[in-house]
C-alpha cells in the first residue's frame, strides 16, 4: 500500500546546471518506483533504497511546488525542471494518482521549461500539455540561445534486449513499448530522444549493440542520443551491485571476472573504459547522423 506523506519543499535547486541534460531543478512527485530496475543508482548509494514496497506520494506537493515556482519566477531563477531524478515520473501509480500531471501543469502556469525522463509509455498520456510547455516556456537567459524548446522528452534503456529487460526493469514497459511512444511524442512535435544510461558493460556496450540502439533511437524519431556507464552501490542484499551480480551469475557468469577486473572496489567502471566507450558512441553517433549531446 502506497504511503502517504507531507513535504516543506519539492523543487530541488541544483548547485550548478547539470552538463548533459541542462536542468538546473529537480522534481519527484514519488519516493519509491515500482520499476525495481535491479541495478538503480539509488539502490546502495546515499539516496537509500528504491523499491516498489517504499513508495510514497507527497500528497501536499503540488501546493508547495506552487508556492516554489512563484518565489523562483519573483527572484528571476528560471531553469529547466528535470522530471525526475530519484525515480520515475511515470511509475504505475501515476495513471491513478496523476501527481506528475498536476506538476506538469503548475509548470506551465509558471512557464518553466521541462525535461520528462521516463521509461514508461504512459506519458503519451500528457503530450497536449507538454506540448503547451513547449510553446510558453521561459528559458534562463543565458540558456534561451542554446535551447529552444520548453519541453524535452527523454526515454531511458538499458538494453533493446527484452529478456534482459525484463530480468533487470521489471516493473518498467518493454524497450519496444518506450520506442513507440518517443515516435508518438516526435510526431506530436516535441524534441525526444535516448538516454542509454546506463550501457550495460559486456551485454549492451558493444559496437553492434551501440549502433543497433542507434539506429532504432533514430528511426522511432530520437534527435539525439546520450550513453553513460553503468554505476552499482553497496554489498547489502537489496542493493545494485549485489542484485546486479545475482543476475549475472544467473545469465552469463563467465562475465563476473571481467566485471570484478572492471569496476575492482569502485562503484563505477575503469576510467578507461568510459572514455572508449564514449569515444566509440561519439564516432557511431556522428556516422549515422544523430547528436550525442542535448544540443
Same mark, same amino acid.
Not at 501536499?60 to 525542471?81: C, M, P, S, T, W
Given at each position: 500500500?502506497?504511503?502517504?506523506?507531507?513535504?516543506?519543499?519539492?523543487?530541488?535547486?541544483?548547485?550548478?546546471?547539470?552538463?548533459?541534460?541542462?536542468?538546473?531543478?529537480?522534481?519527484?512527485?514519488?519516493?519509491?518506483?515500482?520499476?525495481?530496475?535491479?541495478?538503480?543508482?539509488?539502490?546502495?548509494?546515499?539516496?537509500?533504497?528504491?523499491?516498489?514496497?517504499?513508495?510514497?506520494?507527497?500528497?501536499?506537493?503540488?501546493?508547495?511546488?506552487?508556492?516554489?515556482?512563484?518565489?523562483?519566477?519573483?527572484?528571476?531563477?528560471?531553469?529547466?525542471?528535470?522530471l525526475a531524478s530519484a525515480t520515475d515520473p511515470y511509475i504505475r501509480i501515476e495513471e491513478k494518482l496523476r501527481m506528475t500531471e498536476g506538476f506538469l501543469k503548475l509548470?506551465?502556469?509558471?512557464?518553466?521549461?521541462?525535461? +520528462?525522463? =521516463?521509461?514508461?509509455? /504512459?506519458?503519451?498520456? $500528457?503530450?497536449? @500539455?507538454?506540448?503547451? %510547455?513547449?510553446? &510558453?516556456?521561459? *528559458?534562463?537567459?543565458?540558456?534561451?540561445?542554446?535551447?529552444?524548446?520548453?519541453?524535452?522528452?527523454?526515454?531511458?534503456?538499458?538494453?533493446?534486449?527484452?529478456?534482459?529487460?525484463?530480468?533487470?526493469?521489471?516493473?518498467?514497459?518493454?524497450?519496444?513499448?518506450?520506442?513507440?511512444?518517443?515516435?508518438?511524442?516526435?510526431?506530436?512535435?516535441?524534441?525526444?530522444?535516448?538516454?542509454? +544510461?546506463? =550501457?550495460?558493460?559486456? /551485454?549492451?556496450?558493444? $559496437?553492434?549493440? @551501440?549502433?543497433?540502439? %542507434?539506429?532504432? &533511437?533514430?528511426? *522511432?524519431?530520437?534527435?539525439?542520443?546520450?550513453?553513460?556507464?553503468?554505476?552499482?552501490?553497496?554489498?547489502?542484499?537489496?542493493?545494485?551491485?549485489?542484485?546486479?551480480?545475482?543476475?549475472?551469475?544467473?545469465?552469463?557468469?563467465?562475465?563476473?571476472?571481467?566485471?570484478?577486473?572492471?569496476?575492482?572496489?569502485?562503484?563505477?567502471?575503469?576510467?578507461h573504459y568510459l572514455r572508449n566507450l564514449e569515444t566509440r558512441a561519439a564516432q557511431l553517433c556522428l556516422h549515422h547522423g544523430i547528436r550525442n549531446r542535448l544540443v
Open positions: 500500500m502506497i504511503r502517504e506523506i507531507t513535504v516543506k519543499s519539492v523543487l530541488n535547486k541544483k548547485k550548478k546546471r547539470d552538463s548533459w541534460f541542462l536542468d538546473d531543478y529537480t522534481l519527484n512527485p514519488y519516493e519509491g518506483c515500482s520499476f525495481n530496475c535491479q541495478y538503480c543508482y539509488v539502490r546502495g548509494s546515499k539516496y537509500g533504497e528504491n523499491m516498489e514496497e517504499s513508495l510514497a506520494v507527497k500528497i501536499n506537493a503540488q501546493e508547495v511546488l506552487d508556492r516554489q515556482l512563484a518565489f523562483r519566477v519573483k527572484k528571476d531563477q528560471r531553469g529547466i525542471i528535470a509548470i506551465l502556469k509558471h512557464r518553466f521549461p521541462v525535461l +520528462i525522463i =521516463t521509461k514508461s509509455d /504512459l506519458v503519451v498520456r $500528457d503530450l497536449a @500539455l507538454l506540448k503547451e %510547455i513547449d510553446q &510558453a516556456a521561459i *528559458h534562463a537567459p543565458d540558456i534561451g540561445n542554446t535551447l529552444t524548446r520548453g519541453a524535452i522528452v527523454s526515454f531511458s534503456f538499458s538494453t533493446l534486449d527484452e529478456s534482459i529487460a525484463a530480468t533487470l526493469e521489471p516493473g518498467a514497459p518493454s524497450p519496444q513499448k518506450r520506442l513507440e511512444a518517443m515516435q508518438q511524442c516526435r510526431e506530436a512535435g516535441l524534441m525526444t530522444g535516448v538516454n542509454c +544510461i546506463p =550501457t550495460l558493460p559486456f /551485454l549492451s556496450d558493444s $559496437d553492434e549493440h @551501440l549502433e543497433r540502439m %542507434i539506429i532504432a &533511437a533514430k528511426a *522511432h524519431g530520437a534527435e539525439y542520443i546520450l550513453f553513460g556507464g553503468l554505476t552499482l552501490f553497496g554489498n547489502e542484499p537489496s542493493d545494485s551491485k549485489t542484485l546486479y551480480y545475482k543476475f549475472l551469475q544467473r545469465y552469463s557468469p563467465a562475465y563476473i571476472p571481467e566485471y570484478k577486473d572492471l569496476y575492482g572496489s569502485f562503484y563505477s567502471p575503469l576510467p
